[in-house]
T-cell receptor
C-alpha cells in the first residue's frame, strides 16, 4: 500500500462548481498534513496546512479524519485559476521527511 | 516570503556528462534542504535530505555515488548528477526548511534532459 494515496483524476469541473478531493495515508503516527498546489512543471506551493479541527481559507476547506486516516480538500465556487494538480502531503512522527501523494489533476472548464 | 533560488532551470546534456544543480536560500538560513525528483505524471519523490556541514541522508534506492550532494553553507546545497544517462532525465526540485517543518520553501525546479 502506498504511504499516501490520491485519486489521480483528472477532474474536469465547470466553473463555479464545488469539488472535493480525498487522500488516504498509511502511517497512523503521521503528525502533519498539508495540501500543496502544483502547476504544470512548476514547484509545489503550499496551499494550506490541515488541522485536526478542520480549517478554512476562503473558498478552500481542509479536513482531517485521523480514525479513518484520510484528508480532504473542498474547493467552492471554483475558478479557472484553480486548474492545477493538488498534492496531499504527510509527514510521520519524528520524521522530517514529507511524503507526497501522486496528486490529483483538476481542470476547471469555462 | 522566503525565497529559494534553484539554478539552472533547464539543462540538456549528452550522456556521460555531469550536471550540477544549485539550490540557494536567499533570505534565510536553511540547516536542512531536501532534493526531490519528479518523473512525468508522477509525484515528487524525495531523493535525499541535505544537512549543512554533514553528509546527506539518501532515500532507499537512490545511489549516493551518482547523486552527489554538498551542503557546505547554510544557504547553499548542490546536487551533482554524475555521468548522467537518459534515464536520469527528470524534473529535480529542491526545498529548504525555515524553522519548523511547516515552513518549507521550494526552488523553481530544474528540468534535466539527457540525450
Amino acid at each position: 500500500r502506498k504511504e499516501v494515496e490520491q485519486d489521480p483524476g483528472p477532474f474536469n469541473v465547470p466553473e463555479g462548481a464545488t469539488v472535493a478531493f480525498n487522500c488516504t495515508y498509511s502511517n497512523s503516527a503521521s503528525q502533519s498534513f498539508f495540501w500543496y498546489r502544483q502547476d504544470c512543471r512548476k514547484e509545489p506551493k503550499l496551499l494550506m496546512s490541515v488541522y485536526s479541527s478542520g480549517n478554512e481559507d476562503g473558498r478552500f476547506t481542509a479536513q482531517l479524519n485521523r480514525a479513518s486516516q484520510y484528508i480532504s480538500l473542498l474547493i467552492r465556487d471554483s475558478k479557472l485559476s484553480d486548474s492545477a494538480t493538488y498534492l496531499c502531503v504527510v509527514n510521520g512522527e519524528g520524521n522530517e521527511k514529507l511524503t507526497f501523494g501522486t496528486g490529483t489533476r483538476l481542470t476547471i472548464i469555462p | 516570503g522566503a525565497v529559494v533560488s534553484q539554478h539552472p532551470s533547464r539543462v540538456i546534456c549528452k550522456s556521460g556528462t555531469s550536471v550540477k544543480i544549485e539550490c540557494r536560500s536567499l533570505d534565510f538560513q536553511a540547516t536542512t534542504m531536501f532534493w526531490y525528483r519528479q518523473f512525468p505524471k508522477q509525484s515528487l519523490m524525495l531523493m535525499a535530505t541535505s544537512n549543512e556541514g554533514s553528509k546527506a541522508t539518501y532515500e532507499q534506492g537512490v545511489e549516493k555515488d551518482k547523486f552527489l550532494i554538498n551542503h557546505a553553507s547554510l544557504t547553499l546545497s548542490t546536487l551533482t548528477v554524475t555521468s548522467a544517462h537518459p534515464e536520469d532525465s527528470s524534473f529535480y526540485i529542491c526545498s529548504a526548511e525555515q524553522g519548523r517543518q511547516e515552513k518549507l520553501f521550494f526552488g523553481s525546479g530544474t528540468q534535466l534532459s539527457v540525450l
